[in-house]
């Protein structure tokens, strides 16, 4: 229609929240109706649990191959949780981005952190809040079945993932889960928008003043 | 719902574009439809016409009256315009931000400018181009009963503006007129969600990490 054509440059999305207020429901229902995202896969050192497929759920990587990529900066991002490695491959998320794809991420505070130092341009931040202390206390306890010491612990990194909230570039607060998916469809929508992430646009410009 | 209210800061939304590309039936449509914003009321030195109201169409002011709000530094902007003065006074938009409310602006790349130097926090930029330089001539010519000179300045002021996309946030490329409103709707929608513009979250996080 243009003459002249004008991409975009793909983004990565990171929700994060603490646990229990919705985002994996928000990812879920974003992959299943939006064909421009994926998910990011990350790599691991740690072994495959039945039906994982190596490339899908995870990159398997035996924790020399996994030492090898991250001494080359071959990761975004990674961290070692409970005794295993975990970590973005920089490669994937470049190739998607490159061709206008976007990338959600599915990480806590600390990846985060490291994303933004070294794609902020390409970043998008979104945290997701409940809609009261209630609320999440009723989330969490609902998974009372867990060991007392579980609990404990997943309570304390609900408080230090809220903790971060201020290093978010938007803020949804799941009161209801349609219009927080709406929120985030929106977030999606006019990021997509960003003057930054076209490309062709001089050209673009430079013809319609051509036309004057 | 919460116990701690969450409010949010009104933002300045300034739409920018060439005649003719559709600009006009996107404020329009944006008003009619959104009750959290409302149009800028400029101040200017011209006498109204027949119909205008003061404070509703412009606020209508002597040239001296005008110049004195000006050396106040009463005006977010303001510009000469064929002999005529016009400026946004601040004191409105100020109080319609502090309420929540949202301001949308009709103005060209020097009024943006000048909001940017004032207000660069409070600021949502879009420029909307035309789909194709065939499109924006057929638009252009479609007011060709206008007198030559006319014409001339209007397409000479069209290709001016069009030079200033670089300095805007979003792109709306208006190749159909449902999808570039539903377009503007998502960057407002998403604009509101910045964490930058709630107030009250400090102390909403509080609430919720003693809960936990």
């Known amino acids: 229609m243009t003459g002249i054509e004008i991409h975009r440059r793909g983004l990565m999305l990171v929700l994060s929240s603490p646990s229990g207020a919705g985002k994996t429901t928000l990812s879920r229902r974003l992959l299943e109706s939006d064909t421009e995202i994926d998910m990011s896969v990350s790599a691991t050192t740690r072994k495959p649990r039945p039906g994982e497929v190596n490339g899908k759920d995870y990159y398997f990587l035996s924790t020399e191959d996994f030492g090898i990529m991250r001494n080359r900066g071959e990761f975004l991002e990674h961290a070692k949780v409970f005794g295993n490695y975990y970590g973005t491959p920089r490669k994937p998320v470049e190739e998607a981005l490159a061709r206008g794809h976007d990338v959600l991420f599915d990480i806590d505070w600390q990846g985060t952190q490291q994303l933004d130092?070294?794609?902020?341009?390409?970043?998008?931040?979104?945290?997701?809040?409940?809609?009261s202390a209630q609320d999440?206390?009723?989330?969490?306890?609902?998974?009372?079945?867990?060991?007392?010491?579980?609990?404990?612990?997943?309570?304390?990194?609900?408080?230090?993932?809220?903790?971060h909230y201020q290093e978010y570039d938007y803020i949804i607060i799941n009161e209801n889960i349609d219009k927080a998916f709406m929120e985030l469809q929106a977030i999606l929508r006019a990021e997509r928008l960003k003057r930054r992430r076209l490309t062709g646009l001089a050209n673009f410009v430079k013809q319609l003043r051509e036309a004057l």
Request: overall charge negative; cysteine-free.
């Open 117 to 131: 130092e070294t794609a902020p341009e390409d970043l998008v931040k979104v945290f997701i809040l409940p809609p």
């Open 136 to 163: 999440l206390e009723k989330r969490l306890e609902k998974r009372a079945q867990d060991p007392a010491d579980v609990v404990a612990a997943r309570m304390a990194k609900a408080s230090d993932e809220i903790s």
